[in-house]
């Protein structure tokens, strides 16, 4: 199996439905954080004695790689994080705090090893959450996701307090520990504690090395399947990265989009056609309800089109194309672009995923109807 596949060179990689981003995408640097918090968790269960924490951790770990499967795939509802793992965590504070209640805690990190190692990890686990802050804001993220890791620094915290106070040690290799037992026996009692952190740290650091392996290969392979894409595909991808464009809505996601804005309509009384596009502005999904209008489909489809094309509403766009302001003439450029109410730039954060357009009543009337849309817009994704 090949190590490398040159793919990553120019400092370009994949996410799960996004081709070509750079490194330095703050959901890249969010997904390496993630994977260095996983490393030092397995550096602190290498050298920790407590079978119930090395579980914990585990769990831990299974659930950051959820995590970081949902930075790269947002709209997959299964790598959202669900409650009960965030109150497993308060658990575990929660019984964790009962063994040091009233103790007076060490104000500095340091007093063990191991205890120290958690508040190294403590420190880059505070890292990850701030980084997952700012990838919400500007892409949009799990509110469970955000809600576990707010939690885990706390555990971490309790946890080296909790194996200070509980006088947890390292594990012990097995063959220093019977070679220094039958040194007991012979009356040469001499401890072999350096022997033992020494193949304790040999240990941690193999393990640590394997889990960096894994990642890297597997990271690899995977971006190996996506080396065959098409050139046209790849030269459309970098023209939407450096527009800004990073994420698109699913198919999926439009479906469920436009059954809420049809019960709206409906409710309305306004029968109605409603058109979802992609951020570059391809049709993803048209409804056309029972009573719409004949020319309300090609008015849907343009409005989408054009709120995506000018990133804005289409009834923001009408105003600017009055006589005297700026776009004013824009409509008769392009027969795509109308200037009717009803269009409107679907986002996450300050990034455009899509766009909506709605045709059936007055452009008041379609604009309302689409900024319905917009609000319901986080319960399909």
Same mark, same amino acid.
């Given at each position: 199996?090949?190590?490398?596949?040159?793919?990553?060179? #120019?400092?370009?990689?994949?996410?799960?439905?996004?081709?070509?981003? *750079?490194?330095?995408?703050?959901?890249?640097?969010?997904?390496?954080?993630?994977?260095?918090?996983? =490393?030092?968790?397995?550096?602190?269960?290498?050298?920790?004695?407590?079978?119930?924490?090395?579980?914990?951790?585990?769990?831990?770990? /299974?659930?950051?790689?959820?995590?970081?499967?949902?930075?790269?795939?947002?709209?997959?509802?299964?790598?959202?994080? =669900?409650?009960?793992?965030?109150?497993?965590?308060?658990?575990?504070?929660?019984?964790?705090?009962?063994?040091?209640? @009233?103790?007076?805690?060490?104000?500095?990190?340091?007093? *063990?090893?191991?205890?120290?190692?958690? $508040?190294?990890?403590?420190?880059?686990?505070?890292?990850?959450?701030?980084?997952?802050?700012?990838?919400?804001?500007?892409? @949009? *993220?799990?509110?469970?996701?955000?809600?576990?890791?707010?939690?885990? =620094?706390?555990?971490?915290?309790?946890?080296?307090?909790?194996?200070?106070?509980?006088?947890?040690?390292? #594990?012990?290799?097995? &063959?220093?520990?019977?070679?220094?037992?039958?040194?007991?026996?012979?009356?040469?009692? /001499?401890?072999?504690?350096?022997?033992? %952190?020494?193949?304790?740290?040999?240990? &941690?650091?193999?393990?640590?090395?394997?889990? !960096?392996?894994?990642?890297?290969?597997?990271?690899?392979?995977?971006?190996?399947?996506?080396? =065959?894409?098409?050139?046209?595909?790849?030269?459309? %991808?970098?023209?939407?990265?450096?527009?800004?464009?990073?994420?698109?809505?699913?198919?999926?996601?439009?479906?469920?989009?436009?059954?809420?804005?049809? %019960?709206? &309509?409906?409710?309305?009384? #306004?029968?109605?056609?409603?058109?979802?596009?992609?951020?570059?502005?391809?049709?993803?999904?048209?409804?056309?309800? $029972?009573?719409?209008?004949?020319?309300?489909?090609?008015?849907?489809?343009? +409005?989408?089109?054009?709120?995506?094309?000018? +990133?804005?509403?289409?009834?923001?766009?009408?105003?600017?194309?009055?006589?005297?302001?700026?776009?004013?003439?824009?409509?008769?450029?392009?027969?795509?672009?109308?200037?009717?109410?009803?269009?409107?730039?679907?986002?996450?954060?300050?990034?455009?995923?899509?766009?909506?357009?709605? !045709?059936?009543?007055?452009?008041?009337?379609?604009?309302?109807?689409?900024?319905?849309?917009?609000?319901?817009?986080?319960?399909?994704?």
């Amino acid at each position: 199996m090949e190590v490398y596949t040159g793919y990553g060179d #120019k400092g370009m990689t994949d996410l799960s439905h996004t081709k070509n981003v *750079s490194k330095s995408d703050d959901r890249i640097c969010l997904m390496g954080s993630i994977e260095e918090l996983v =490393s030092h968790i397995g550096l602190v269960r290498a050298l920790i004695g407590d079978g119930d924490v090395v579980r914990m951790l585990e769990k831990i770990s /299974e659930t950051l790689k959820k995590i970081t499967d949902g930075v790269s795939d947002p709209y997959n509802r299964e790598f959202k994080v =669900s409650e009960d793992r965030t109150e497993l965590l308060g658990e575990e504070i929660g019984r964790m705090r009962k063994i040091f209640s @009233g103790e007076r805690l060490p104000i500095l990190p340091g007093d *063990s090893r191991v205890a120290a190692e958690i $508040d190294v990890t403590r420190a880059v686990a505070r890292r990850a959450e701030r980084e997952l802050a700012l990838v919400s804001v500007k892409f @949009g *993220s799990d509110t469970g996701a955000k809600k576990y890791m707010n939690r885990l =620094s706390d555990y971490f915290y309790v946890l080296a307090r909790y194996v200070d106070v509980a006088k947890i040690g390292e #594990k012990k290799e097995a &063959a220093g520990t019977v070679e220094n037992n039958a040194n007991v026996a012979a009356g040469t009692a /001499e401890p072999q504690t350096e022997q033992i %952190q020494q193949n304790t740290l040999m240990q &941690a650091q193999n393990t640590q090395e394997n889990v !960096s392996a894994v990642t890297t290969a597997g990271g690899n392979t995977a971006m190996a399947q996506n080396d =065959s894409m098409a050139a046209n595909t790849a030269m459309i %991808q970098e023209v939407l990265k450096r527009m800004g464009i990073q994420g698109r809505i699913t198919l999926d996601s439009a479906k469920r989009l436009i059954e809420k804005i049809e %019960q709206e &309509a409906l409710r309305r009384n #306004k029968p109605s056609v409603i058109a979802v596009c992609s951020p570059d502005g391809n049709p993803v999904a048209v409804h056309v309800m $029972d009573g719409s209008f004949l020319v309300s489909f090609d008015m849907a489809v343009k +409005k989408a089109y054009t709120s995506v094309a000018v +990133k804005m509403s289409t009834m923001e766009l009408s105003r600017l194309t009055q006589p005297g302001q700026t776009f004013y003439g824009l409509g008769k450029m392009s027969d795509n672009i109308v200037i009717f109410g009803g269009g409107v730039p679907l986002k996450v954060g300050d990034n455009i995923i899509g766009g909506l357009g709605i !045709s059936g009543g007055t452009g008041e009337e379609d604009n309302s109807l689409a900024e319905y849309g917009l609000q319901v817009l986080n319960e399909v994704l």
